[in-house]
């Protein structure tokens, strides 16, 4: 059974939300409809519909729904689908749609991956990635767990997956950073010893776990349009993973190296 869960600012207008009940209806994978509101939020409604046995929760929007759904579905059975209204193109890729008919396809054929996902430590969930917000180059101090990095950065961006960087180990994290004075920093000197990749004008490549961000001021990571936590701040990989409908024809992201 289906439980539906429409962001409904994402909704270019409310004949849409109409358009996409009737599609659903003509597929045959109608189900019960629910919006946020002031009254219940996003994270309440995911618990009713968890508490009613649905063994779907789909969300109709953008990258904010979606990854308040894998947040919370992350080690359980149920499925989770994503109708896109409004997201980035790596979640579009991820789930092979670039629309909210070709979402609306997914659910029908209903193919299912099984990936981890990024998680914060004031739990809140990434299923792509989250970026530093830098507004001008910025002194970020990053923890791993053997060694420290420390760096003048124009951007910091964690990935779990990216169109841009092939994954190649899903049980890792990807973190790239573009450094300001890359020969002056701790970053360049041990890059060789830990095998980071940093190959133009200071751009890097760390694969990890987990990892602390440190910075003088406490600075948003953005979810595309969003914040999701403040630094200073833990991100990790999850142990357990989401289940995910995809296209049917699908691509796999994820391999082991």
């Not at 063994?55 to 729904?65: A, M, P, R």
């Not at 890729?93 to 990936?115: D, H, P, S, T, V």
């Not at 602390?212 to 001021?217: E, L, N, V």
């Not at 979810?223 to 699908?250: F, H, M, N, V």
């Amino acid at each position: 059974m289906y439980y539906y869960i429409f962001d409904i600012r994402k909704c270019k207008k409310r004949a849409q939300v109409e358009d996409i009940k009737n599609y659903l209806l003509s597929l045959g994978i109608s189900g019960e409809y629910t919006y946020p509101s002031s009254a219940q939020t996003i994270d309440e409604l995911i618990d009713v519909g968890l508490s009613k046995q649905f063994n779907t929760i789909v969300g109709i929007g953008g990258d904010e729904i979606a990854n308040a759904i894998a947040g919370k579905l992350c080690g359980r059975t149920e499925a989770m689908g994503i109708i896109p209204l409004e997201v980035s193109p790596d979640l579009s890729a991820l789930i092979g749609a670039k629309n909210w008919r070709e979402g609306c396809e997914n659910l029908r054929f209903r193919k299912i991956q099984e990936i981890r996902i990024g998680k914060t430590a004031n739990n809140h969930a990434f299923i792509t990635n989250v970026n530093l917000d830098i507004k001008s180059p910025l002194e970020v101090t990053i923890e791993f767990k053997d060694f420290l990095v420390q760096a003048k950065v124009a951007n910091l961006t964690i990935s779990n997956f990216s169109l841009d960087l092939p994954k190649l180990n899903e049980n890792f994290l990807d973190i790239t950073m573009s450094s300001i004075n890359p020969k002056e920093s701790l970053l360049h000197s041990i890059g060789s010893m830990l095998g980071l990749k940093n190959e133009n004008k200071g751009l890097s490549l760390i694969r990890a776990r987990s990892l602390r961000i440190f910075t003088k001021y406490q600075t948003p990571l953005l979810c595309g349009e969003y914040s999701i936590a403040k630094t200073p701040q833990l991100l990790e990989i999850s142990d357990e993973k989401i289940r995910l409908i995809i296209a049917r024809k699908g691509q796999t992201f994820w391999g082991t190296q």
